[in-house]
């Protein structure tokens, strides 16, 4: 049997793992344990399971991700959320669908600071769900907004998908982090614009909401200051290169800990609360590291990404073609599986054949997460909806993804923009001195 075959039976055998719900960093680590054993020997094979679970995750660079993590952790148990929300609340309420382009609008700027879609879609569900219930409006688009609108969560940096994608690609953390602002900013005003649109031919959706005066609209403002003050330290520090990305996390998180204090929300329940969920996340990502570093050693030695890259760019078709048949085949994959699971299994294999087409890797990273975050609302899978059907237990899961729908093509519109116009992504890493080698 033939490497190749080998390597795309082990990859079929890791599907049928994922299908019996084993978990995706030790289905990784099995298989690619296994396949290493097949095309190499059992020492090398023990050699690689002993040493690797250390050598993967002592790396310094990952100290970004429980930094950042622990930096959203206190912004969430911080209440940033719901002060956020009321400044959008006053600012965009009065409009057709108004409270549902405050809670887009609330959830792009807690995603500046959390860099979670689970946690932001679980603050709004709490905090913007009762308002448009006590409006009356659409179930399906009070639930929609609220699951698209956390997706913006790892998009807009800091984003775990972002530092997953630059480790797993040796890309620069700092280039993709500030590539993601002018993407995050569009995404968020296609759905603001899904909405209107939607309320504008369906009234009965979204109602009105109530009009503030100039002064209230500016008094809101002051409750925001946190939030603008932690975006601006973390990207600022980086756009300027005062900070590493891991110096940024940091500080972030030291920022984060000391708003919570002169706030007054600082406890021994919510300080233990931010550490433990930062412990399990982190943990969970570490795993799936650890167990997908494994299962690439076996994928090299298998020589599939190579004949895959070697045989993509000697086919005959248009290179866009091609990158339209790998972001349908992430989409297609997140109809099954999680965004963090997708970033680890198919990017390796397809990253060389994105190279070889001559596409940017910052660009692609981007293009990449907003596919990401279309998977987070996709069925079956569609991790969000999940999340917010156990806030909003009296909506039908089915209502929910109904609610995403125009949303999901809002995202999509967003993907064929940023192909169109890629500069709308690189302009800002350029102006930083960064290289652009595709396009």
């Known amino acids: 049997m033939s490497t190749l075959t080998i390597g795309i039976l082990g990859i079929l055998v890791l599907f049928v793992l994922l299908a019996l719900r084993m978990q995706i960093g030790f289905a990784m680590a099995l298989v690619g344990f ?80 959390s860099g979670s879609s689970l946690a932001t879609v679980a603050t709004f569900g709490m905090v913007s769900l009762p308002e448009m219930k006590k409006y009356k409006y659409s179930d399906a688009l009070a639930t929609g907004c609220i699951a698209a609108g956390g997706t913006l969560g790892i998009l807009i940096p800091p984003s775990t998908v972002l530092i997953i994608y630059g480790i797993l690609t040796e890309q620069s953390i700092t280039n993709l982090f500030i590539a993601g602002v002018v993407p995050g900013i569009l995404l968020s005003l296609l759905f603001i614009l899904t909405i209107y649109v939607m309320c504008t031919i369906k009234p009965s959706m979204g109602a009105k909401g109530p009009s503030f005066t100039m002064k209230e609209k500016l008094m809101s403002l002051k409750d925001t200051w946190t939030i603008l003050t932690l975006f601006i330290l973390v990207m600022g520090g980086l756009y300027t290169g005062w900070f590493t990305p891991t110096a940024a996390a940091g500080v972030g998180a030291f920022g984060a800990f000391l708003i919570m204090i002169i706030k007054g929300r600082l406890s021994k329940e919510t300080t233990l609360a931010s550490l433990k969920d930062t412990c399990k996340t982190t943990a969970m990502i570490f795993g799936i590291i650890i167990g997908a570093t494994i299962f690439q050693y076996f994928m090299t030695i298998s020589q599939l990404p190579d004949y895959l890259a070697t045989t993509v ?26 965004g ?98 595709g396009f």
Request: negative net charge.
């Open 34 to 113: 296994a396949g290493f054993i097949i095309l190499s020997d059992f020492e090398s094979a023990f050699g690689l399971i002993g040493a690797e679970p250390f050598d993967s995750s002592n790396k310094y660079l990952l100290s970004v991700i429980p930094l950042f993590i622990l930096m959203g952790q206190f912004a969430t148990h911080s209440n940033m959320g719901k002060e956020v929300y009321h400044m959008a609340y006053r600012w965009l309420g009065f409009l057709p669908g108004g409270l549902a382009m405050a809670t887009i609008g609330a959830c792009a700027c807690f995603a500046a600071i």
């Open 313 to 338: 760019t000697e086919m005959e078709v248009g290179r866009h073609v091609v990158m339209s048949l790998i972001i349908l085949l992430f989409i297609v994959l997140g109809c099954f599986m999680e």
């Open 340 to 437: 963090l699971s997708i970033m680890f299994l198919a990017v390796p294999i397809v990253f060389p054949i994105v190279m070889g087409m001559g596409y940017d890797p910052i660009w692609f990273g981007i293009i990449i997460t907003l596919v990401m975050e279309m998977s987070m609302i996709t069925p079956p899978v569609g991790v969000n909806v999940f999340v917010l059907s156990g806030v909003a237990k009296e909506i039908p899961m089915e209502t929910i993804f109904k609610g995403v729908l125009p949303f999901w093509v809002a995202m999509l519109a967003c993907i064929i923009i940023l192909m169109m116009f890629p500069d709308l992504v690189l302009f800002l890493p350029k102006s930083m001195g960064y290289v652009s080698t």
